[in-house]
């Protein structure tokens, strides 16, 4: 009976835990919807119903250029320096440990800074004419200030409650898809081709979310397990919706600079590049190329092969076949990049199927737009119940230490 209770104790803790966790996440996501209703003194509230792949790339990050607000900029500053110094850490992962955590998250506000007054004035200024007096120095100074606001709040979930930043960036799609008021008057063929292509995606989402790659090791601490308990898991996707997120992060930066670059060339104010629109197949193409390369990337610096080739040497542990110490940590290279390259792939193809529709049937652009936020939307809920799990089987054990260490 005892064992008994104990273990409904566990499991109380368990619950309690998660359930704070998410009262942490709904209230910042409360928060963010509070700011992001805020307009900024001086701009009228625009009405103009996001069309460009850059109205959505900005909001698959949480931010909103139909409506200028406190969090229009949205995340896509932070995650653009989070990819940038993963990969930089990666390229040299020794130097990055002679770092400390207080080196590291400077540099990171620093250059989230930087990026945040890049974007804001590129977001302000066309529309100068409509702040009615106000500077706009004034109005940068706000909406910087609430972009670094919400990579705190998007920082703090990440510790208190569930999924770090993707809770703000599920709820920027939402609201992003609710403006397309053009969706009033889809047409029932529209509809079906839609249905059909989101069904069609998300099983093959799914698909990849559940594939994964393992590879044997001998465990010289237990020599009588066999090697099929012993192995390496890795999935054929581990950046999951990570890569995506960034991936629309990146490409508003580049949109934006195309913007900038386009104005001073031409001297048009209203410059629109329509090459990065979603029915012109070069910023398919553009997205897709960023997409695939971003995933394998961040896929390498998920997978470390090199910090687990280190793991091996120090445990003793080995892979029938292949020497310890360099050996392994080319033989774990070699097999990261295969699945890097293979993972995507897939999810590039994946991607590619309602991009490219676009582009072969014109009428559909807004609404197939929509349709891939949906997409990604349900993608990153499965991301957040995988996350969730996590958190449960975690839990489960500190929970069980934590009982045995009061006795």
């Known amino acids: 009976m005892g064992a008994l209770t104990r273990l409904k104790h566990i499991k109380t803790k368990e619950y309690k835990v998660?359930?704070?966790?998410?009262?942490?996440?709904?209230?910042?996501?409360?928060?963010?919807?509070?700011?992001?209703?805020?307009?900024?003194?001086?701009?009228?509230?625009?009405?103009?119903?996001?069309?460009?792949?850059?109205?959505?790339?900005?909001?698959?990050?949480?931010?909103?250029?139909?409506?200028?607000?406190?969090?229009?900029?949205?995340?896509?500053?932070?995650?653009?320096?989070?990819?940038?110094?993963?990969?930089?850490?990666?390229?040299?992962?020794?130097?990055?440990?002679?770092?400390?955590?207080?080196?590291?998250?400077?540099?990171?506000?620093?250059?989230?800074?930087?990026?945040?007054?890049?974007?804001?004035?590129?977001?302000?200024?066309?529309?100068?004419?409509?702040?009615?007096?106000?500077?706009?120095?004034?109005?940068?100074?706000?909406?910087?200030?609430?972009?670094?606001?919400?990579?705190?709040?998007?920082?703090?979930?990440?510790?208190?409650?569930?999924?770090?930043?993707?809770?703000?960036?599920?709820?920027g799609m939402i609201k992003s898809i609710f403006q397309h008021q053009q969706l009033q008057h889809i047409g029932v063929v529209t509809v079906a081709i839609g249905i059909a292509l989101m069904l069609i995606v998300l099983v093959l989402l799914v698909w990849i979310e559940r594939i994964e790659y393992r590879i044997n090791y001998q465990d010289v601490m237990n020599v009588t397990t066999s090697q099929k308990d012993t192995y390496i898991s890795w999935k054929l996707n581990p950046a999951g919706s990570i890569a995506m997120m960034c991936s629309f992060s990146l490409f508003f930066i580049v949109g934006m600079l195309a913007h900038v670059i386009g104005r001073w060339l031409t001297g048009d104010a209203s410059y629109q590049p329509v090459f990065l629109e979603l029915n012109h197949s070069v910023g398919v193409l553009m997205f897709l190329v960023m997409l695939i390369m971003l995933n394998f990337m961040l896929s390498k610096v998920l997978l470390n092969p090199k910090r687990k080739a280190k793991e091996f040497q120090k445990s003793g542990h080995y892979i029938d076949g292949i020497y310890p110490g360099k050996a392994t940590r080319v033989y774990l290279n070699r097999k990261s990049n295969q699945m890097s390259a293979i993972g995507a792939a897939v999810l590039g193809l994946i991607m590619s199927l309602p991009l490219q529709t676009a582009i072969v049937v014109n009428d559909m652009t807004q609404e197939l737009s929509v349709l891939i936020q949906f997409v990604i939307l349900i993608y990153m809920t499965i991301n957040i119940t995988e996350t969730v799990r996590t958190y449960l089987y975690f839990d489960q054990y500190q929970s069980f230490l934590d009982s045995y260490s009061k006795e």
């Open 18 to 171: 998660l359930y704070q966790r998410i009262f942490f996440t709904l209230m910042m996501i409360v928060i963010y919807i509070i700011g992001s209703h805020i307009t900024l003194p001086g701009i009228k509230v625009r009405t103009r119903v996001p069309h460009s792949f850059l109205d959505i790339a900005l909001s698959n990050v949480g931010g909103d250029i139909g409506t200028i607000n406190l969090f229009s900029l949205g995340l896509g500053p932070w995650l653009t320096t989070m990819m940038i110094m993963a990969l930089l850490t990666y390229r040299n992962i020794e130097k990055e440990k002679l770092e400390t955590q207080l080196e590291r998250h400077f540099k990171e506000r620093f250059f989230t800074l930087l990026l945040a007054i890049i974007q804001g004035y590129f977001v302000l200024s066309p529309n100068q004419s409509k702040f009615q007096g106000v500077h706009i120095g004034f109005l940068l100074l706000i909406i910087v200030t609430g972009a670094m606001v919400l990579v705190w709040l998007a920082d703090q979930n990440t510790v208190y409650g569930i999924a770090g930043p993707t809770p703000i960036v599920l709820v």
